[in-house]
Every structure is written in C-alpha cells, then in structure tokens.
C-alpha cells in the first residue's frame, strides 16, 4: 500500500504542470480567436515611422485606405509590404499592433548610391549595385522633397550651354562636355544628370540590360561603386560623375575638379592625396581644375602651382 501511494505521487505532481503548459498555449489562442471577430479591435488610427526619403504621409496614406475599419489582429507584416510596394523606395516593413486600435507600421529604406544610366533611361542604384527603380519613378515619389543631384543642371536639354557671362570661367564638367562636340555624347549625359533628379547622387554609366530588381555585379559598376561608398562624405556629396574606360576611373566634382583616378585600388590614400592638393591650391588662392591621382604618392594637378 505503501508503494502504491508512494508511486502515484510524481503523478500528481505533474498535473500542476501540464494544466498551466495548456494555460500558455491555449489563453492566447482564444485570445487571438475571439480578437479577430470583436469589433472592439477595428483599425482607426494609424502610425508610420522609419520614413526618411518617402515622405510618410504617403505610406499614411496608402495603409490608412487598405486597413482602416480593419481587425487590427488580420493585418500582417507580408500584407503591409505588399500594399506599401507601390514606393519602391521602401525595402522592408515590420507591423507592429497597438490595442486596441492603432496599427504601427515601421519602414526600412533603401540606402540611394548612385544614378546609372543604361541606354536611354536612368536608373537608382544602392551600395551593392542593385538596381531600386528608375530615375523616374524616385522623381514621381519624392517630388519637391528631394534635391537635386550633384552637379545637375536643372534643364530638362540634355546639351550643356557653353556661353559664358564675361569674367565667368567655365566648370571642368561643361568644358569637358563641350570639348566632345556632341551634346548627347555619354560623357555630357552623365554631367548633365536625369530630368528633375531629386537626389543628390553621383552618375555612372553601365552596360547591359538593366531591371528593377536585380543585382548589377559586374567588375565595372562594382569598381565604381565601390570608389563611390569609400569616399567621406564631404566629396561624396560633390562628386557629380564616375566614368569606367577599361578599369581606368574618373571622377568629376561638382564645381571641379576632374580627377584621373586609375584603378579602384588604393582608394584612402587617394583620398588623402586629392584633399592635400585641393588644400594647398585654396592656401594659394588658386582653383584646380585636373589632376592624375591614379599614383597617389606622385600627384599631378593642373594648373601648375609655382
């Protein structure tokens, strides 16, 4: 009798334990069950976060008319990114529910690298080359809220003028655009930039077929992307172009100057070398117009300083 008893009690004890397992797994179930079907749970409010390029009001605005009178427990992240992938400018999207009547939404966005042109269309690509959308379909969502790409003109010709006001010198950028003879030469499209361009981007030129979507790894677009994301920020800013002639980059600045920069090797201490010139012609009153960094440790620049 005595083992009996003493064999039945592990028994008893486990009891305890397994009602409140159920307990767990069974109380947000029914929660869950009876939340989809109470009204008190409708969407009526709500939030969006994240937005920095996309202007929020129109990520508001798409979610507001697809979810509210919604139950706030149907709506799920896969939902929310679907009904925000009109903006292609946004990457991701995590849901996040406020009871009982608020849907928190926070967006992720891509991080704008560069302008591409392909063929007759620009394209906006991020740090690893892959491609976002097209030049205008950024334009159509960011509007005014962008700025204008560096070095741009905000013409839509695609020819730069090269009339001059007297006393005025002209940029290494349309010199170098005139010098072609031909307004619609490659070199004078990537200085003159996409119509309306509302970010503040360098331009490049790539081959191939290009579509929203993929992944452009090739040597070439790599290389200048690459220069482009080692650059500080100070000269990413002015950097208006990134030109690829058989592994051989060049980088014009908004304003100047044009710089040989050779292979994407050695990229800081070309840095290093492009800030020092630049320093010592502002310390001499004077503007450089080129220079060749392609041997960082035995830079050329022009005009010749005494």
């Known amino acids: 009798m005595t083992r009996a008893r003493r064999a039945s009690r592990p028994r008893f004890r ?25 009204s008190s749970f409708d969407i009526v409010h709500v939030r ?22 919604h139950n706030l427990f149907t709506v799920t992240g896969g939902d929310v990114r679907k ?26 966005e891509y991080e704008p690298a560069a302008y591409a042109l392909a063929g007759d269309r620009w394209y906006v690509l991020d740090e690893s080359g892959y ?28 020819e730069p003028s090269t009339s001059l006001a007297p006393g005025e010198t002209a940029t290494p950028e349309a010199t ?17 930039g996409p119509a309306d361009a509302p970010l503040p981007l360098p331009r490049l030129a790539v081959s191939g077929r290009v579509r929203d979507g993929v992944v452009l790894d090739d040597k070439a677009t790599a ?6 994301s080692a650059l500080p920020g100070s000269l990413r800013r002015k950097l ?6 058989d592994g051989q980059l060049t980088l014009r600045f908004s304003g100047g100057p044009v710089a040989v920069w050779g292979d994407a090797e050695r990229t800081l201490a070309k840095t290093v070398a492009l800030r020092a010139v630049l320093g010592e012609y502002a310390e001499a009153g004077k503007t450089c117009t ?17």
């Open 14 to 38: 486990l009891l305890p334990t397994l009602l409140l397992t159920l307990a767990i797994l069974g109380v947000p179930t029914v929660v869950y069950a009876l939340g989809r079907n109470s």
């Open 48 to 69: 969006v976060a994240g937005t920095h390029l996309i202007r929020d009001k129109r990520a508001l605005r798409l979610l507001t008319r697809e979810y509210a009178g």
């Open 83 to 108: 009904t925000l992938a009109p903006l292609r400018l946004i990457a991701d999207a995590t849901v996040d529910r406020d009871f009982p009547d608020t849907l928190s939404v926070t967006v992720t």
């Open 131 to 158: 491609v976002i959308c097209t030049a205008a379909e950024a334009a159509a969502q960011l509007g005014a809220a962008g700025k204008p790409a560096a070095g741009a003109s905000a013409s839509a010709s695609p």
């Open 176 to 192: 170098d655009a005139a010098e072609t003879g031909d307004g619609g030469s490659k070199t004078a499209r990537l200085v003159h």
């Open 223 to 228: 290389e200048m992307l690459r220069v482009i």
């Open 240 to 245: 208006a172009t990134v030109e690829d002639d």
């Open 290 to 306: 080129r220079l060749d960094l392609s041997i960082p440790d035995r830079t050329l620049a022009k005009p010749v300083l005494q």
